[in-house]
């Protein structure tokens, strides 16, 4: 993902203390909000959930720790500058603000940037609160904001998390999988069953009448699919992959169950992977303006058409808006739609 602007006025408050104490005394946490080319900002470390990110980092020759935003690599009260863009979801926006916090010394400065409208003011005035400290607010263009919070020598109490980094189980009965989830906050649709993903579970049977060898779960979340294709075929190789850490996390736990023959990997719309599949199930992420989503649709159908074998299928659920069935044309030999209701289309692509 590029860089919005509240990301670019944070990297800039950031650089000038890398200038001052040394990069080493600095991090830069970053999610989806993060440069496609880091350039000078490589030269922070940063804590990233998203596989991209550590990738563009470390070929830039930057240092990336790709983790669910697990602090624990740094000692409590040791850095001078942490910046952070403000996430989406209040429990990993809550869980950063608290861990950044306790890792910076008294008087480091902890950087905040975000839009109004994701509650920014919000987290800065608690962020302040557990800092023990008064926000300096700079007003950027188009509703954002940057913050700068200095340490006080004793931190204030944690803002609430909901306990982000600790599993919970999610039943799944409702589309035939007998065994609960493990799922937590930071992953896509943590806390429910994706309608768009039930729907293409009801799909497969038609699909693959009889099991297919090797399947690939791209974008897999807490593995809902590649959990689902698991219990189905017995004999069935399995791979899940997925670009955010957490997500790879829950799907290697809820794919444990099955031994070898199914594991989850990080990768980047699956770029990383060799060809082979006979079959592929996905959600693609929509998530995102039109034609940004757009794009990465663009990536996914690209990335389906390059790692199934000839012969194979994947199966794909999206918007009914997508124009999925325009985009896969020239990719694939046959393109079929297989079901659909008021929101979700779900479409088979044959190569
Ligand atoms: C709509 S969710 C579907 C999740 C899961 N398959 C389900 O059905 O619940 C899309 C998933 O794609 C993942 N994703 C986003 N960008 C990605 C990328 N560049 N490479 C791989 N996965 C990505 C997201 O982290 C998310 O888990």
Not at 78 to 104: F, W
Not at 188 to 197: E, L, T
Not at 300 to 323: E, K, M, S, W
Request: net charge neutral; glycine share 10%.
């Amino acid at each position: 993902m590029t860089a919005d602007p509240y990301a670019f006025a944070l990297h800039s408050a950031l650089t000038v203390a890398a200038a001052a104490d040394g990069p080493a005394a600095c991090l830069l946490v970053a999610d989806e909000h993060a440069p496609e080319q880091p350039g000078a900002i490589a030269q922070l470390p940063v804590l990233t959930n998203r596989w991209d990110v550590a990738r563009r980092w470390q070929e830039a020759g930057g240092t990336a720790q790709f983790s669910d935003f697990d602090f624990s690599a740094w000692p409590p009260a040791t850095l001078t500058a942490i910046g952070y863009r403000i996430s989406k979801e209040k429990a990993v926006v809550h869980h950063i603000i608290n861990a950044a916090l306790e890792r910076l010394r008294p008087g480091g400065v902890l950087w905040l940037a975000g839009h109004k409208q994701e509650g920014i003011r919000t987290y800065v005035a608690k962020a302040a609160a557990r800092a023990g400290a008064v926000a300096e607010l700079e007003r950027l263009a188009g509703g954002g904001t940057l913050a700068a919070i200095r340490r006080g020598a004793a931190l204030g109490a944690a803002l609430d998390d909901q306990h982000y980094s600790e599993w919970r189980e999610l039943a799944a009965d409702a589309v035939g999988i007998a065994q609960p989830l493990a799922t937590k906050p930071g992953i896509f649709g943590w806390q429910k069953i994706d309608a768009g993903s039930a729907l293409l579970l009801q799909a497969v049977p038609e699909v693959w009448p009889a099991p297919p060898e090797r399947l690939l779960d791209l974008g897999s979340g807490y593995g809902l699919l590649a959990v689902y294709a698991a219990s189905r075929w017995p004999g069935t190789t399995i791979v899940a992959t997925d670009n955010n850490a957490a997500a790879v996390a829950a799907s290697q736990r809820n794919l444990a169950p099955f031994g070898e023959r199914a594991g989850a990997r990080p990768s980047d719309a699956g770029a990383e992977l060799s060809p082979g599949f006979d079959a592929l199930l996905c959600n693609p992420p929509f998530h995102r303006g039109f034609g940004t989503a757009d794009a990465l649709n663009e990536r996914f159908i690209a990335a389906a058409a390059r790692l199934l074998r000839p012969g194979g299928q994947a199966l794909f659920v999206v918007n009914a808006f997508i124009p999925l069935e325009q985009r896969s044309r020239g990719l694939f030999r046959r393109i079929t739609p297989i079901i659909a209701d008021r929101s979700f289309k779900v479409v088979a692509l044959a190569r």
